[in-house]
């Protein structure tokens, strides 16, 4: 239980800290409109920390460590819902939807892959 705790946080904060890192380093708003080449790359940029984040928190969880990746994806689609309702009506909200429909759920394909690889070892 310890162990999936620690990987569910790994998880969440590697996601976290990358999308804080992208916003701060290019100096974006991620509620403000953005260019069709940035939103390409921080959204590939947010599915790959979702997927390596999954993936960190079913390692270190060990067994159940599919539990602990599905518990990252929730924490990522909370994270987004909340900011959603707390978003004034006028701002955009293309990172919150792409962190709802594309990043939660890479983070359970990279619980998956990993459950996957330990499976295959067995």
Same mark, same amino acid.
């Given at each position: 239980?310890?162990?999936?705790?620690?990987?569910?946080?790994?998880?969440?904060v590697?996601?976290?800290?990358?999308?804080?890192?992208?916003?701060?380093?290019?100096?974006?708003?991620?509620?403000?409109? =953005?260019?069709t *080449?940035?939103?390409?790359? %921080?959204v590939t940029? #947010? +599915?790959?920390? !979702?997927?390596?984040?999954?993936?960190?928190?079913?390692?270190? =969880?060990?067994? *159940?460590?599919?539990?602990? %990746?599905?518990?990252? #994806? +929730?924490?990522? !689609?909370a994270?987004?819902?909340?900011?959603?309702?707390?978003?004034?009506?006028?701002?955009a909200i293309?990172?919150?939807?792409?962190?709802?429909?594309?990043?939660?759920?890479?983070?359970v394909?990279?619980?998956?892959?990993r459950?996957?690889?330990?499976?295959?070892r067995?």
């Amino acid at each position: 239980m310890l162990r999936g705790l620690l990987g569910l946080v790994t998880g969440y904060v590697v996601f976290a800290a990358s999308a804080a890192l992208l916003f701060v380093i290019s100096r974006h708003d991620p509620h403000a409109p =953005a260019s069709t *080449g940035f939103l390409v790359f %921080s959204v590939t940029c #947010g +599915i790959v920390f !979702a997927l390596l984040g999954g993936y960190l928190a079913a390692s270190i =969880a060990g067994r *159940g460590g599919m539990l602990y %990746s599905v518990a990252v #994806g +929730i924490a990522i !689609a909370a994270g987004a819902i909340v900011s959603l309702m707390a978003s004034p009506g006028n701002r955009a909200i293309w990172s919150q939807v792409s962190a709802l429909v594309l990043m939660s759920p890479a983070a359970v394909v990279g619980g998956y892959m990993r459950t996957r690889q330990t499976q295959a070892r067995a």
